[in-house]
């Protein structure tokens, strides 16, 4: 890793995509309860320990009957069976099913050994007939209709889910139903988010002259949690540079992973660029990025460092870009990156040969097509553009310039709630 001494190495996006994502891998698991597992990664692959349906039951209420016995039932000859008991869900028959029987069976109750068909109730008719009732079919019925075998759904030894998996409400009630009452997962990474300038109030503090609200610590902060994260220190320090340097070494002995916001440029007053020097392992990047060229990275002892710049769309993207990914591969995570969409371009965007621009933008659909337009000015201070966003919009480095109407790719965020097919 450079040092911070020297000039800021010069990146593309790839290769700091790269540089970050070869330094992490997956991290501690651990074991939580179903009711805490949601939107974990599964650890490693969950093995059915039983066959789901665990036994061959009826898909309908109806007759569980011998399907040979119906073989020439039709409209003009009703075949006619003696119906001798009722299986319920949860209850077992009582008895073998004989050549002539039948018994009328609940949707889920198990089959009665001898039963090879279900003849659903909307296509019967019964009469009283002692001493058992008689229930009279008018087709022949095939084996196997309206029957669920077990097994059918996931047989014993098969994998259930994968490792790696964000598990969502249908994968933990597939996981109930095998009988697992708690999971392997990824732990959430413990994660430090620094601002700094001695500008900055708390969004509950009246402004002073020449101050603006700290907002990108309390975004990062949801932010990170919402990447399965678990924020364990915040905290804001002022342009020191001996406070910033003490402020990060407390938060790497405390934490897996260090994100500083602001103070990584070539001004006067950067003191995060100016604390790094003592730290070691940690290199100043200049990444062919906009927004968010200026940034520290390194991992020092171990942990995780990233140093943001200080404005908001930077902020969120190089999070996003970079940040996010590697808080999900550090928790095991088989899919790290946000869904890419193809989308074409609503108007003309120029950008920089050599530079990758991620233009925040909104989504609409249009004969048959996603159409991106830019969320507003893309000045890097405003925080209005992502607010309204669906997502970035990305022109690619080998680009001078997106035509409108060009193909592109996007990165979602989020879906629109309006305008989709």
Known sequence: MASTGAAPEQLSFAEAHARVLGSVSP??????????????????????????????NS?????????????????????????????????TPSRVLSPGEAMRIMTGAMLPEGADTVVPYEELSFEPAPPFEQVHVTRAAAGNENIREAGEDIAPGAIAVAAGTELDP?????????????LAVGAAPRVAVISTGDELVEPREPLRPGAIRDTNRPMLGW?????????VRSQRVGDDPAAVGAAIRLALAECDVVL?????????????????????????????????????????GGKLFFGLPGNPASVACVFDLLVRPALRRMQGFRSIERPRLPVTSAGTIHSRAGRT???????????????????????????????????????????????????????LWRWPSEGAA
Do not use: N
Not at 173 to 181: E, H, R
């Open 170 to 182: 249908y994968s933990l009630s597939l996981a109930a139903a095998l009988g697992v009452i708690e």
């Open 223 to 231: 932010l990170v949690e919402d990447a399965g994260g678990r924020v």
């Open 59 to 91: 898909s309908m209420d109806g007759i569980a009957a011998r399907s040979a016995d119906l073989a020439g039932a039709s409209p003009a000859h009703a075949v006619a069976l003696s119906v001798t008991g009722t299986i319920a869900a949860g209850h």
């Open 27 to 56: 991290g501690a698991t651990e074991r939580v309860p179903l009711a805490r597992a949601r939107g974990r990664a599964l650890a490693g692959d969950l093995v059915a320990p039983i066959a789901l349906p665990p036994f061959r």
């Open 357 to 411: 621009d991620f233009i925040r933008a909104r989504l609409a659909w249009h004969d048959g097509r996603w159409v991106a337009t830019p969320a507003g000015s893309q000045v890097s201070g405003h925080l209005t553009p992502q607010a309204r966003a669906h997502g970035l919009l990305v022109v690619a480095a080998e680009r001078e310039s997106l035509a409108a109407g060009g193909a592109a790719e996007f990165i």
């Open 260 to 300: 500083t916001i602001g103070g990584v440029s070539t001004g006067d007053f950067d003191p995060v660029r100016q604390s790094l020097a003592i730290l070691g392992d940690i290199a100043l990047w200049r990444v062919a990025m906009k927004p968010g060229r200026p940034q520290a990275f390194g991992t020092p």
